[in-house]
């Protein structure tokens, strides 16, 4: 099985996804750009079904998978939008969705995952430990595996996305795209470069959690110890395995956003463009705000929004901490 998805297999997706997601606007952020030096256009999946990016791969995997194999049900570990996105596809097809989240996703999350009909499990553990528990249960219920980031299947839903924004703004010049495990922007850079390598596509970091940025610094997969970030969904110790060579290969640049500026980014998102964004979607806009991205007056520039899944009361004391 290849490691990596290729254009044709994200053109498949799309087709494979469309009676079922949503085609997100892209939405002209006019109002901010005075702040950011550039033409900005927003990609919102926060207005996604279920609230974030996540559905696109996970439901383009259990879509591509046989009955036989999710009879038993399938299974996942993820801090919340891949919980989400995979107990949709689950309650779509009629089985079983197991996820195991870590005790510190926030409470919002889970319960739009229960709500979704999926099972949950609470685990206190890094990624690595939770994924070790996820194969365990798999192998003793016969349950399907669904990576969040490691599959290329799942990539190539998330690459629609890419498709998308070419699609509604073909004369993009640069686009940002927030960077956890890396199936995001795997996805996304491969559907962009194929397609028109011209356009710049560069990866934003939590400065808490700088996995790819350290890692194409030294040349190699890096481990870095695990820190928290107000960005939980990318908050991950190591690349992925499979999305590393693809993001050394398309992604033109990695730069890293201080929790400062992605509350900035989140603020600006709820007084400008009236958008309630979680701190991981709302990393792009940071990075423009804090000048971590060389930009033109005249480039056109799209700041993926991943996801929107927080409390309301929670955001409300990040902006009254943010002053």
Not at 217 to 235: F, M, Q, V, W, Y
Not at 249 to 259: G, P
Not at 260 to 271: C, D, N, S, V, Y
């Amino acid at each position: 099985m290849r490691n990596c998805p290729t254009i044709q297999d994200i053109l498949d997706a799309r087709e494979r996804l469309k009676p079922h997601i949503r085609h997100t606007p892209l939405l002209r952020a006019e109002k901010t750009e005075p702040a950011v030096g550039c033409q900005l256009y927003l990609k919102p999946e926060n207005l996604q079904i279920t609230g974030a990016f996540k559905i696109r791969g996970a439901l383009n995997k259990t879509l591509s998978l046989s009955r036989n194999e999710i009879a038993n049900g399938i299974i996942a570990t993820s801090s919340g939008n891949h919980a989400q996105g995979l107990a949709y596809a689950a309650r779509l097809l009629g089985v079983r969705a197991i996820l195991v989240l870590p005790v510190t996703t926030p409470k919002i999350k889970v319960e739009n995952t229960k709500a979704l009909g999926a099972e949950i499990i609470l685990f206190d553990g890094d990624t690595a430990a939770r994924w070790k528990r996820v194969y365990e249960i798999a192998d003793e219920n016969g349950y399907a595996t669904v990576h969040a980031f490691e599959d290329p299947v799942v990539m190539a839903g998330q690459g629609t996305i890419g498709c998308e924004i070419l699609q509604d703004l073909d004369d993009v010049d640069t686009v940002i795209v927030p960077v956890g495990g890396g199936g995001l922007i795997s996805g996304i850079a491969t559907a962009i470069k194929e397609t028109k390598p011209s356009v710049r596509v560069i990866g934003a970091e939590p400065v808490l959690t700088p996995k790819y940025f350290h890692s194409r610094k030294n040349g190699e997969r890096t481990s870095l110890p695990l820190k928290n970030t107000i960005a939980d969904g990318l908050r991950i110790s190591v690349p992925g395995q499979n999305p590393y060579p693809i993001i050394e290969r398309y992604v033109d640049e990695i730069v890293l956003v201080e929790e400062e500026h992605i509350i900035a980014g989140m603020r600006t998102l709820a007084t400008d463009a009236k958008l309630i964004a979680e701190p991981a979607a709302s990393i792009g806009i940071g990075a423009l705000l804090a000048g971590s991205i060389d930009v033109r007056p005249d480039e056109k520039v799209c700041a993926v929004l991943t996801g929107g899944n927080w409390d309301m009361w929670d955001l409300a004391e990040i902006y009254k901490a943010a002053g």
